[in-house]
């Protein structure tokens, strides 16, 4: 059996998710490519997103891993009275690794009846999937160069026991992107208030993956950035510069920093006065 699963965030609790995690927004959402089980093919849950500065929090929810990780809602008839989880698979390790795919494998878990599949847990940034293998190895294509990524196996059994998950093996892919995003349009004021304004501006390509924009103070003196747009999951691009003074001019540019580090030239400047004063 294959299937996949997506979440945006993740929490401390029942799967031992990476350090760092906390409480914050989730969207989980369920597909299996190839079902084994009689259960609808999709099933999602979502939870309200917020971002403190330029990183998302990052939430792990024991309710929204639950519906990650639970597989079949019921166990089939001839393993009901199977209540014994397989051991836990042996370490995650690296078979091959390319700028964009990696092969994983692990010592198989044992159980009383025997192990049916494996679930890979892979977290991304705030991104997360769930992999089925029947097997005790995995490649996994499609990860994006540079990016840091986060693996874990889990063993199930007939009858949907599961066992602990292994430690988190990180790994960071290798490098593969040297070209920056293109520089955004030059942005225009969508509000002007009397101490903050918020920007919008055209959006930057880029040959892999936009991450981020910043926005920098190019009237201040070495031009701070000082707004936000993250771009996992995409947030559009607009900011809200906050903390300005009443009836003062600032000149503001954008520029883009994809996922391997590479960041644009600055767009065009745009000269905005705040109102009152």
């Known amino acids: 059996m294959t299937g996949r699963a997506v979440l945006s965030g993740a929490a401390n609790g029942a799967i031992g998710v990476p350090a760092g995690f906390s409480a914050g927004n989730i969207s989980v959402t369920i597909n299996p490519l190839v079902s084994m089980e009689s259960e609808a093919s999709m099933r999602t849950a979502r939870w309200p997103s917020t971002r403190t500065g330029g990183a998302l929090r990052r939430a792990v929810v024991v309710a929204a891993l639950a519906v990650l990780l639970a597989g079949s809602a019921g166990a089939p008839a001839h393993a009901t009275a199977d209540t014994e989880a397989p051991t836990v698979p042996g370490p995650v390790t690296i078979v091959s690794i390319t700028t964009t795919a990696i092969e994983l494998t692990w010592a198989p878990a044992t159980d009383n009846v025997g192990v049916t599949r494996y679930d890979v847990i892979q977290f991304t940034t705030d991104v997360g999937f769930v992999h089925n293998t029947a097997t005790n190895s995995i490649k996994i294509t499609g990860l994006r160069p540079s990016s840091t990524q986060r693996f ?10 599961v066992s602990p998950p292994t430690p988190w093996l990180p790994v960071t892919m290798p490098p593969g992107d040297n070209q920056p995003p293109t520089a955004p349009g030059t942005p225009v004021p969508h509000t002007v ?75 065009a400047p745009v000269t905005v006065t705040t109102t009152g004063g």
């Open 193 to 267: 208030g009397d101490t903050l304004v918020v920007l919008t501006w055209p959006r930057s390509t880029d040959n892999i993956y936009v991450a981020l924009y910043e926005v920098l103070m190019v009237s201040a003196p070495g031009s701070p950035v000082v707004a936000t747009a993250p771009q996992h999951p995409p947030t559009g691009t607009t900011a809200r510069v906050t903390g300005l003074t009443p009836g003062k001019t600032y000149t503001f540019a954008v520029r883009a920093r994809d996922d391997a580090g590479n960041i644009s030239a600055l767009s």
């Open 152 to 161: 874990s196996v889990r063993a199930r059994d007939a009858a949907n026991n």
